[in-house]
């Protein structure tokens, strides 16, 4: 039986592609199967993949489409009663595999998201590679009972705020929460696909475990499909307000199925203003900071939404640093 299924997106990525397969398939359990999704390679990804034997590996080709898309075909593959997502330029800490297999085994098909913290391997400037503990929100923002259980209207309230929780390479799904609520990654969404995923499960889970233990190694900017992310140009915010409006959905049909009123939904889109704070303030400080001073004012007067958006959230935020930085976006404008 398949207890987890590890999906792959993969973008020419064949001289990485090695090290983060070799990290699972190390593992000594059969319990897994891992899918890799290529995403259309020009390198040599596929010859890569030819060169491993191993029954537990899985891969397809499309042609490309696109991270959320690779990983969205990778699900309609899975035959896991779990599934996890890791990207091709990281890996796996030695026994984290078997680990969490060992986990998943104990919990006897009973949860619907066990959350991990994972590791941050970065280059610096001066070209050497610093290793840093990246601890998942929940391990410095909420207290768990003493079997690591997370109340789920916590764990939605922590989704909807903290820009960590954004990422999928530090939890695991149990499958049938995926495919019974058709949760999949929003294709077309360049920035924040993972975010909306996240919320999605978060507004359909009731059981969620926290482990604060680290099994993963979170490789900054090497990915092609990260990198690619990392272009700093004005249609990045264009995707980010275009998100903030997928999450606004989800929240405002969570509140509506919960019956939250009174404190309780004032503190959500609390919340979720705060997420808009901090997420317009990194991205317009970036795309400031790599176009022309006159292209960005000719896109700041052209953009209405942005403007608003900016206007509305002037001096909000449930900090004063998200205060002050609500107060830096509102000056660019």
């Not at 942005?306 to 404008?333: C, E």
Request: aromatic share 10%; proline share 2%.
């Amino acid at each position: 039986m398949c207890l987890l299924s590890i999906i792959i997106p993969n973008y020419n990525n064949a001289k990485l592609l090695n090290r983060c397969l070799d990290s699972i398939l190390h593992a000594k359990t059969q319990a897994i199967e891992v899918i890799v999704i290529d995403d259309g390679s020009t390198d040599d990804s596929i010859k890569c993949l030819q060169n491993y034997e191993d029954e537990r590996l899985k891969y397809y080709r499309q042609e490309n489409q696109g991270v959320s898309a690779a990983r969205n075909k990778g699900l309609s593959y899975v035959s896991g009663i779990y599934v996890t997502f890791c990207d091709a330029d990281d890996f796996y800490l030695e026994n984290a595999i078997d680990d969490l297999v060992s986990i998943m085994e104990r919990e006897k098909e009973d949860l619907d998201i066990l959350a991990f913290n994972v590791f941050q391997e970065q280059l610096e400037k001066e070209g050497r590679r610093v290793c840093r503990k990246w601890p998942n929100a929940l391990s410095e923002k909420i207290c768990v009972t003493d079997s690591q259980r997370i109340d789920c209207g916590a764990y939605m309230r922590f989704v909807v705020q903290n820009s960590n929780m954004n990422s999928v390479f530090n939890k695991i799904y149990k499958y049938s929460l995926l495919s019974l609520n058709k949760i999949h990654f929003p294709v077309g969404l360049g920035i924040g696909e993972d975010g909306i995923f996240n919320l999605k499960c978060a507004a359909h889970c009731n059981k969620i475990k926290y482990v604060p233990c680290e099994f993963y190694v979170y490789c900054y900017g090497e990915s092609e499909f990260t990198s690619g992310k990392l272009r700093c140009k004005t249609g990045r915010i264009d995707e980010t307000l275009k998100g903030f409006s997928e999450r606004k959905k989800i929240i405002e049909e969570f509140i509506i199925a919960q019956g939250i009123s009174g404190g309780r939904k004032r503190k959500l889109w609390q919340f979720h203003e705060d997420y808009m704070i901090e997420q317009l303030y990194h991205q317009i400080k970036g795309v400031k900071n790599n176009v022309e001073p006159a292209e960005f004012g000719e896109y700041i007067k052209n953009n209405s939404e942005l403007r608003n958006t900016s206007s509305k959230l002037l001096f909000r935020g449930t900090s004063l640093k998200r205060k002050i930085q609500s107060l830096a976006v509102f000056a660019t404008m």
